[in-house]
C-alpha cells in the first residue's frame, strides 16, 4: 500500500468555487438535504475546523450512522464509514483501538445516537473512549419521514404522535455529562463561528467530547407544526438562544419554543481509556504487559 | 457461474506464503477445551482485537483472550451489547486489525445484521458461534446444532458467507485460523460454528511452531489513491483493500455501492454486485470444499454429519460396517456454501444419504437439495440438549441400507 500523506493545510486549488471543496467528495454532489435544512451548515464548521486546527486529514476519520446526518460519511472526502443504524460509536471503538493515531470523529442525528444508538453512547463515554461525537440534533426522524425521535419537545406534531408528543425528551448535553464525557458544548446552526471553534477545541482535546448542533428541519419538522422555513429556524436560534457556558447542563433542557441554552457546559480532563488500560496492566502486569499493536503485524509486512 | 470463479485461488499467499507472529502462538502439546482451542486459534492467526459480550457457553473463549491478550500485545474490549461488539470488530478490521467475536445462540441472534454489514463491506472478519440448545434463551448450557440455517440465510437480503464446523478441541484451533485465512482470501465474514460440546470437551492439542501456521495476510493493493477503486474485483471476483489513515479517503457503506463505493442505488448496481458477493465463494461449494471422508469407494449409505454429530456417527458407521452393511462417512467441515458438488457426485451411486443433526432438520434440506431424487435422504432429527443415541442413527442406517 503507498503510504501517502498530504501536505496540510490543505492548499485551496485556485478553481474551486468554495473553499470548502477539497474535504468534499465533489463527484457525489449535488447532496441529498433539503432546502434550509443544517446538516450541510454544520459539514461547512466541520470543514473550517479541520482547516484551522491543521489536522492531517490522512488521519481523520468520520463514522456516521443511518439517517440524514448520517449522509454526511459519504460527502466527506475523508476515510469514510456509513455504518449501521445506530452502530456508529461501537465501530468508531474498533476503528480508534487498533489504530490510535487516527483521530475519528462520530458524525451523526440524535435519532441515530440517542434512540436505537442510545446504550453505545453511554457506555462510550463511560470508557472516556477518544472519540469526537458530532450529534445533529433536528429534532425528529427526517430520513424516514418526521417521526418522534427521543429528543422530540412535548406538544409538537409528529408522524408517529398526530395528535401531539407527550413522552419526555432527552437532555443530550445532561446525558452526555451524566455518561462521563469530557466535553460538553451546545450550539446551533446559527453559531457557526462558535460551532467551528468548538469543533476545533474537540480535535485537539482527548477523551469523549460530545457537540450536539441544533438544527432546522423545515420539510419534517417545521412544516407540520406551522414554524416556518429555515430563515425562520435561524431567526428563532438568533432570537432564544441564551450564552450560558458552564451552566448545569440539568437546567439546559429544550422545549419546542422557549430558550434555547447554547455554550460550553463541561471541559474537564479524565483518564481517556487507552490511559486507563495502560495503568490498569501496568499495574498488574508489570514488564510482562505488551503495548497493544493491535494493526496486524503480517499484513503490513506483506504489504 | 463465470470460468474464472472455479480457477485457482488468486491468493498471493500461494506463491509468497506467511507464517504466523510467533508472539501469539503458544507452540506446544496442550490439553485443552474447544473454546480455548478455539482462542488459541485466533492468536495464532494473528488476530489481536476481540469484542465481546458475556453468554454462555462461549464466553471461555474471549475469557482466555482477556488473559492472554496483554501480554501478547493487542485488546480485548467488553461490548455493552452483541450488537456493539460485532460492529466494533469491524470497525478494528477497517483500522488494520484481524478481528472476531464470539457468541451464543441469542447473541448470534442480535449479531445478524451485521453479519450483512460484513457481508455487504466485505469486511473479512470470524464470528465464533458456540451453539446451544434453542430458540430464545432455550438451554444455555446444552448443546444444540441449530443455527446452521441462521449462520447463512439470518441477515436480511442475498449474500455470502463461510461456516466451518470443528469436531474437537483440535479442529477448533485449526479451523479458527482457516476461518480468518478464508476471511482475507474471499473479504467475507467466517463463522466458525463450535457446539457446547466441542466448546466443553477437553482433549489433546498440538499448537504447531510458528512458522509452520499459515497465515493469509490481507490483500492490500499496490495502486496509489487516485487510481485504486475500493470495491472493484480482481480476477477472482475478490476486490483489494486499504485501510483507513492511509491517504486513500475511501468509503464504505452499507448501502448498495459501485466499484468506488459510493452509494448508487440502482437495478443494474444492485444485480452486479449482489451476484459477486455470492458467486465470489463459488469454489468453496466445489473443488474447494472441505470435508473429511471415509468408505465412500463402496458405500450404499452415507451418513453426512458435522459438528459433535460426526462423532456419535461414526459410532454407528462402525457397527454397521460391522453388520457388514456398506456405511460411508461425509464430515462437512466447510458446511457454507454448501459442498453441493460432492454431494451430487455422490447421489448418483449411493442408495441414501443419512443425515443426524442436533436440529429438527436442517442441513438436510441442503442434502436434499443437492442429492435431486436419485438417492434417498432421511433425517435423524434432535431438538438439542445432548447428542444422539447411537443406535437411533444405526437404525436410520440400517433401515436406508434395504
Not at chain 2, 469436531?167 to 482457516?178: A, K, V, W
Not at chain 2, 467475507?188 to 457446539?195: G, N
Amino acid at each position: 500500500m503507498n503510504h501517502v500523506t498530504l501536505e496540510t493545510p490543505v492548499e485551496i486549488p485556485a478553481d474551486a468555487h468554495n473553499p470548502v471543496e477539497p474535504f468534499l467528495r465533489m463527484d457525489r454532489m449535488p447532496h441529498i438535504w433539503c432546502p434550509g435544512c443544517g446538516i450541510g451548515t454544520t459539514v461547512n464548521c466541520f470543514t473550517r475546523a479541520l482547516l484551522d486546527s491543521k489536522a492531517n486529514l490522512d488521519k481523520v476519520a468520520v463514522v456516521s450512522g443511518i439517517g440524514c446526518t448520517g449522509r454526511v460519511a459519504g460527502y466527506a472526502r475523508l476515510d469514510s464509514f456509513h455504518t449501521t443504524h445506530g452502530r456508529a460509536i461501537p465501530f468508531a471503538t474498533g476503528l480508534k483501538l487498533a489504530n490510535p493515531e487516527l483521530q475519528v470523529v462520530v458524525y451523526s442525528g440524535d435519532g441515530d445516537l440517542f434512540a436505537i444508538g442510545g446504550n453505545h453512547f453511554i457506555h462510550a463515554a463511560r470508557r472516556n473512549m477518544d472519540l469526537k461525537v458530532i450529534c445533529v440534533n433536528n429534532l425528529t426522524y427526517a430520513m424516514t419521514g418526521g417521526q418522534t425521535a427521543p429528543t422530540t419537545p412535548g406538544k409538537v406534531i409528529s408522524a408517529t404522535n398526530p395528535y401531539g408528543v407527550f413522552e419526555p425528551a432527552f437532555n443530550l448535553v445532561q446525558l452526555a455529562e451524566a455518561a462521563g464525557a469530557s466535553y460538553v458544548a451546545r450550539w446551533t446552526t446559527y453559531h457557526v463561528k462558535q460551532l467551528a471553534r468548538s469543533m476545533e477545541e474537540v480535535l485537539k482535546k482527548k477523551g469523549f467530547c460530545f457537540i450536539e448542533v441544533i438544527s432546522p428541519c423545515p420539510t419534517l419538522y417545521q412544516r407540520r407544526n406551522k414554524m416556518g422555513d429555515g430563515l425562520d429556524a435561524m431567526k428563532y436560534y438568533k432570537q432564544a438562544s441564551k450564552l450560558r457556558n458552564g451552566a448545569p447542563t440539568g437546567e439546559c433542557g429544550l422545549t419546542a419554543s422557549g430558550e434555547i441554552a447554547v455554550g460550553k457546559f463541561v471541559d474537564r480532563d479524565r483518564p481517556d481509556y487507552f490511559e486507563l488500560l495502560r495503568g490498569q496492566m501496568t499495574e498488574t502486569l508489570g514488564d510482562h504487559f505488551a503495548e497493544p499493536e493491535v494493526m496486524c503485524k503480517v499484513c503490513c509486512d506483506a504489504d | 457461474m463465470p470460468a474464472n470463479a472455479t480457477a485457482a485461488p488468486a491468493n498471493r499467499t500461494a506463491r509468497h506464503p506467511h507464517f504466523a507472529d510467533p508472539k501469539g502462538v503458544l507452540t506446544g502439546v496442550h490439553f485443552l477445551d474447544g473454546d480455548h482451542a478455539c482462542c488459541e486459534g485466533t492468536l495464532a492467526a494473528g488476530a489481536r482485537f476481540a469484542a465481546g459480550y458475556p453468554i454462555t457457553p462461549s464466553t471461555e473463549v474471549v475469557e482466555r483472550f482477556a488473559s492472554r491478550i496483554p501480554t501478547v500485545g493487542g485488546i480485548f474490549i467488553q461490548m455493552e451489547d452483541e450488537l456493539a461488539a460485532s460492529i466494533a470488530i469491524q470497525g478494528a478490521v477497517w483500522g488494520g486489525a484481524k478481528a472476531f467475536t464470539v457468541t451464543s445462540g441469542p447473541g448470534f441472534s442480535l449479531m445478524m445484521e451485521h453479519i450483512g454489514y460484513a457481508a455487504m463491506t466485505e469486511t473479512p472478519c470470524v464470528f465464533v458461534n458456540v451453539q446451544r440448545g434453542g430458540p430464545s434463551t432455550g438451554l444455555p448450557t446444552l448443546p444444540a446444532q441449530a443455527d446452521m440455517m441462521q449462520a447463512k440465510w439470518g441477515s436480511h437480503g442475498d449474500y455470502g458467507i463461510i461456516a466451518l464446523c470443528p469436531n474437537s478441541p483440535q479442529e477448533c484451533f485449526d479451523l479458527t485460523i482457516q476461518a480468518f485465512n478464508l476471511a482475507e482470501e474471499f473479504r467475507v465474514p467466517v463463522m466458525v460454528m463450535l457446539d457446547e460440546c466441542v466448546g466443553h470437551m477437553t482433549e489433546k492439542v498440538v499448537i504447531p511452531q510458528a512458522d509452520a501456521i499459515h497465515v493469509t495476510p490481507r490483500r492490500y493493493t499496490n495502486q496509489p489513491p487516485a487510481e485504486f477503486r475500493l470495491f472493484e474485483p480482481r480476477a477472482d471476483q475478490v476486490p483489494e483493500m486499504v485501510r483507513a489513515g492511509e491517504g486513500y479517503r475511501f468509503h464504505v457503506t452499507g448501502l448498495t455501492h459501485d466499484e468506488r463505493g459510493y452509494p448508487n442505488m440502482n437495478v443494474s448496481t444492485q444485480d452486479r454486485t449482489v451476484r459477486r458477493l455470492v458467486d465470489k465463494l463459488a469454489p468453496l461449494a466445489n473443488d474447494r470444499a472441505i470435508c473429511d471422508t471415509a468408505h465412500l469407494e463402496d458405500a450404499d449409505v452415507v451418513v453426512v454429519s458435522y459438528g459433535i454429530t460426526s462423532r456419535v456417527a461414526q459410532r454407528a458407521i462402525d457397527q454397521a460396517r460391522q453388520q457388514g452393511i456398506r456405511a460411508g462417512k461425509f464430515r462437512i467441515i466447510s458446511a457454507w456454501p454448501f459442498p453441493e458438488a460432492r454431494v451430487i457426485e455422490l447421489a448418483s451411486r449411493v442408495k441414501a444419504f443419512v443425515v443426524p443433526e442436533l436440529n429438527l432438520g436442517q442441513m438436510v434440506h441442503e442434502v436434499e437439495r443437492a442429492a435431486r431424487g436419485p438417492a434417498r435422504v432421511i433425517p435423524v432429527t434432535h431438538a438439542g440438549g445432548t447428542v444422539h443415541d447411537p443406535s437411533i442413527i444405526l437404525k436410520a442406517i440400517v433401515e436406508a441400507a434395504q
